[in-house]
């Protein structure tokens, strides 16, 4: 039987543990800052599992305008069931278009993201890196680590004070000002609230995002930055763009051989930003070859009326309600092609 003074000791660090947290937490939520899912690879990996229990589902593949663009429960509302969202912010798609072509199993309808800075990108590039990393974390996670995630997911799920894209130590210190070494290119800070992730991957602008210009201003500098840093980069092209129109058409007809789709969607992008796509990536010889390499339907954004016309406000991203309306017309034009249908196996006929 331990002392009464330990008892006391131990409730007294108890209650401050919790007056601590409890004030942290009232802090993170009165100052703007919304509930937000971890941006994790468990949690990627999570979301990819559901895929085992309905390999005819659409999934959405690509970077983080179609995270921020296709309104998940809007597609639910105008195709009938919510997609998969594999997409994952600063990445290239195909290596989880690889790795989808590679499952024997998957044979629903796959719309992939294209923007185009990103798609059309070495193997190599950080943004194919980061999905491979996605893919690799998926095939290897163990138990622990899946047990863990499920824990975080409880956690992360109901206190805001744990996001750590937003609250984390290095989150915090991109805000501390220190000179660059000489050489070193300097990182555009990002604006403290911008975005938010829910419980099935859809990303969104935050409201205090939206209801400041100035934030809005702050994340367009950053556009602007990484769009200069590019620039001093060369571009794919020849043999390379060959072999990556190659293997995009390989992967492509793997999951059509089995009956499912690959529907390509080119989401909007403004001003700045869209004239500088424009000119590094001309439609004809990147969007249009892609099309015409793999044979399969694509949707680019000013094309149809319906599609066009929204102003995002850091020129890159749908706001949530802009989303909404993309999405609602983007199934009306899909639906409107009588694309063939998916070719629903039996479990039986499953392999």
């Known amino acids: 039987m331990y002392p009464a003074h330990t008892w006391k000791a131990?409730?007294?660090?108890?209650?401050?543990?919790l007056a601590a947290v409890t004030g942290w937490e009232w802090y993170c939520?009165?100052?703007?800052?919304?509930?937000?899912?971890?941006?994790?690879?468990?949690?990627?990996a999570q979301q990819r599992r559901?895929?085992?229990?309905?390999?005819?589902?659409?999934?959405?593949?690509?970077?983080?305008?179609?995270?921020f663009g296709i309104d998940l429960d809007t597609w639910a509302q105008e195709m009938g069931r919510r997609p998969?969202?594999?997409?994952?912010?600063?990445?290239?798609?195909?290596?989880?278009?690889?790795?989808?072509?590679?499952?024997?199993?998957?044979?629903?309808s796959l719309l992939v993201g294209v923007t185009p800075n990103l798609f059309f990108s070495p193997e190599q590039s950080r943004g194919g890196q980061k999905a491979a990393k996605l893919v690799a974390h998926y095939l290897q996670e163990s138990p622990s680590q899946r047990?863990?995630?499920?824990?975080?997911?409880?956690?992360?799920?109901?206190?805001?004070?744990?996001?750590?894209?937003?609250?984390?130590?290095?989150?915090?210190?991109?805000?501390?000002?220190?000179?660059?070494?000489?050489?070193?290119?300097?990182?555009?800070?990002?604006?403290?609230?911008?975005?938010?992730?829910?419980?099935?991957?859809?990303?969104?602008?935050?409201?205090a995002f939206l209801n400041s210009r100035q934030a809005q201003l702050q994340q367009l500098a950053v556009w602007r930055t990484f769009m200069g840093w590019e620039k001093q980069a060369p571009v794919l092209a020849g043999e390379g763009l060959a072999r990556l129109f190659e293997q995009i058409r390989q992967d492509t007809e793997a999951i059509r051989s089995r009956g499912g789709r690959v529907l390509f969607v080119r989401m909007p992008s403004t001003g700045s930003y869209l004239a500088f796509e424009d000119a590094r990536?001309?439609?004809?010889?990147?969007?249009?070859?892609?099309?015409?390499?793999?044979?399969?339907?694509?949707?680019?954004?000013?094309?149809?009326?319906?599609?066009?016309?929204?102003?995002?406000?850091?020129?890159?991203?749908?706001?949530?309600?802009?989303?909404?309306?993309?999405?609602?017309?983007?199934?009306?034009?899909?639906?409107?092609?009588?694309?063939?249908?998916?070719?629903?196996?039996?479990?039986?006929?499953?392999?």
């Open 147 to 207: 047990l863990g995630n499920a824990l975080n997911l409880a956690l992360e799920s109901r206190l805001v004070f744990l996001d750590e894209d937003q609250l984390g130590l290095d989150r915090f210190l991109e805000f501390v000002e220190l000179p660059n070494r000489e050489g070193v290119m300097t990182m555009p800070q990002w604006p403290y609230h911008f975005t938010t992730l829910t419980k099935h991957r859809q990303r969104n602008m935050s409201q």
């Open 84 to 108: 998969v969202q594999l997409s994952m912010e600063g990445s290239s798609p195909l290596p989880i278009l690889s790795h989808l072509a590679q499952d024997p199993a998957f044979r629903g």
């Open 50 to 67: 559901l895929l085992a229990d309905d390999p005819t589902a659409t999934v959405i593949i690509g970077s983080s305008r179609v995270q």
């Open 281 to 351: 990536y001309p439609r004809e010889a990147y969007w249009d070859q892609l099309l015409a390499k793999t044979g399969c339907k694509g949707y680019y954004f000013s094309d149809y009326p319906a599609l066009s016309g929204f102003d995002c406000p850091e020129e890159s991203h749908l706001t949530p309600a802009d989303a909404k309306r993309f999405t609602r017309s983007l199934a009306e034009i899909i639906r409107s092609d009588k694309l063939p249908p998916i070719i629903v196996a039996s479990k039986a006929q499953a392999p």
């Open 10 to 17: 131990f409730l007294l660090m108890a209650a401050l543990s």
């Open 29 to 44: 939520r009165y100052s703007g800052k919304e509930l937000s899912y971890p941006n994790s690879k468990g949690f990627w």
